[in-house]
């Protein structure tokens, strides 16, 4: 079957950094995608790794490792803004995305 | 960035009534549109996947004559929930891509639209 697992939940304080884990078994790899979503809201797109290594893009970054299943988003500096859900979605053999179930990051004062 | 708006954002309606989802690529041709439904605390569900001009793809478990998809044209979906019934209150959310030459198709989502059956 198909599976991508992510922590429930994470409790970080504002100014620090995150790490949030995404493993996965998919038939097939064409990508894999982080989303950011605040409650009651879409989802918001985050990044994009189709090959091996880290993606930065300001204060976030995501990394992939095709061989292990295995994907992190990193946030650094984080804001209380930042208080979201993360969603880590992989697209499959026939190109749609199959989603883990998100990651509630809380952020601290 | 895409932008997919949807309309309406709330909707609140009686039990047996039908309600209908607009869901527009405003600044982009969406080859291939989708729908999802999210339930309180969990992860979006792909419901059906639709392409311009052709029948959409119910993913399994989802009633294709209770959730009618009409993707007309590349720039409008509609989603039709027909006698509603309360346990189909959720939000609803629907993306669009466009599939360029690498064959990478970002999914733009909607805002979303709440949906709750009395």
């Known amino acids: 079957g198909q599976n991508i697992d992510q922590p429930t939940e994470m409790t970080a304080t504002e100014g620090a950094i995150v790490q949030i884990n995404c493993t996965y078994q998919?038939?097939?790899?064409?990508?894999l995608f982080w989303y950011q979503q605040h409650a009651g809201e879409a989802p918001t797109f985050l990044s994009y790794?189709?090959l091996d290594g880290l993606e930065e893009k300001g204060r976030f970054s995501s990394f992939l490792s095709r061989s292990k299943g295995y994907s992190y988003l990193l946030l650094k500096e984080l804001q209380m803004k930042d208080s979201a859900s993360y969603l880590c979605?992989?697209?499959?053999?026939?190109?749609?995305?199959?989603w883990g179930a998100g990651t509630k990051l809380i952020i601290k004062p | 960035g895409a932008v997919v708006s949807q309309h309406p954002s709330r909707v609140i309606c009686k039990s047996g009534t039908s309600v209908k989802i607009e869901c527009r690529s405003l600044?982009?041709?969406?080859?291939?549109m989708f729908w999802y439904r999210q339930f309180p605390k969990q992860s979006l569900m792909l419901m059906a996947t639709s392409n311009e001009g052709s029948k959409a793809t119910y993913e399994q478990g989802v009633e294709k004559d209770k959730f009618l998809i009409n993707h007309a044209s590349l720039t409008l979906s509609t989603l039709t929930v027909t006698s509603a019934h309360p346990e189909d209150s959720s939000f609803y959310i629907c993306?669009?891509?466009?599939?360029?030459?690498?064959?990478?198709?970002?999914?733009?989502f909607g805002p979303g639209t709440r949906l709750t059956v009395l």
């Open positions: 993306s669009a891509s466009e599939m360029d030459e690498r064959g990478y198709n970002e999914q733009f």
């Open positions: 790794n189709v």
């Open positions: 600044d982009f041709q969406a080859t291939t």
């Open positions: 998919t038939s097939g790899f064409n990508g």
């Open positions: 979605a992989v697209k499959g053999s026939n190109y749609q995305l199959i």
